[in-house]
């Protein structure tokens, strides 16, 4: 069974900075695409950012040059380090196994608020 746990939320100023980090179990990691999705309150759940297995990126527009997703397949952990924090990130950020939909973690909670 994938297991998918998020971490590294929080609350933080506009202009902040955060790293979330993702452990995955119940699978072999180093042959999945992985990615981070948000979703705000009463907003759908959308893709911010993936990685593939060989490391392969795509961002969305509105994180580009803002966010970094990376992996280290010894740890069985994506990450998403996310600058230039503004008010309109704040959501719950899950991370995805590409190949597997409606597998999600908890999430984590990210507020970005003065």
């Known amino acids: 069974q994938v297991r998918l746990v998020e971490s590294g939320g929080g609350l933080v100023q506009p202009g902040g900075s955060l790293e979330l980090s993702c452990v995955v179990s119940?699978?072999?990691?180093?042959?999945?695409?992985m990615g981070w999705y948000r979703q705000a309150p009463g907003k759908r759940r959308e893709l911010v950012a993936r990685?593939?297995?060989?490391?392969?990126?795509y961002y969305q527009d509105f994180v580009k040059g803002r966010f970094t997703i990376s992996r280290d397949n010894a740890k069985n952990t994506v990450y998403l380090r996310m600058n230039s924090l503004k008010p309109e990130d704040t959501a719950i950020y899950y991370c995805?196994?590409?190949?597997?939909?409606?597998?999600w973690g908890q999430g984590t909670q990210v507020t970005v608020s003065s």
């Open positions: 119940g699978t072999d990691f180093s042959t999945q695409a």
């Open positions: 990685i593939s297995i060989l490391r392969s990126i």
């Open positions: 995805s196994v590409m190949n597997l939909s409606g597998v």
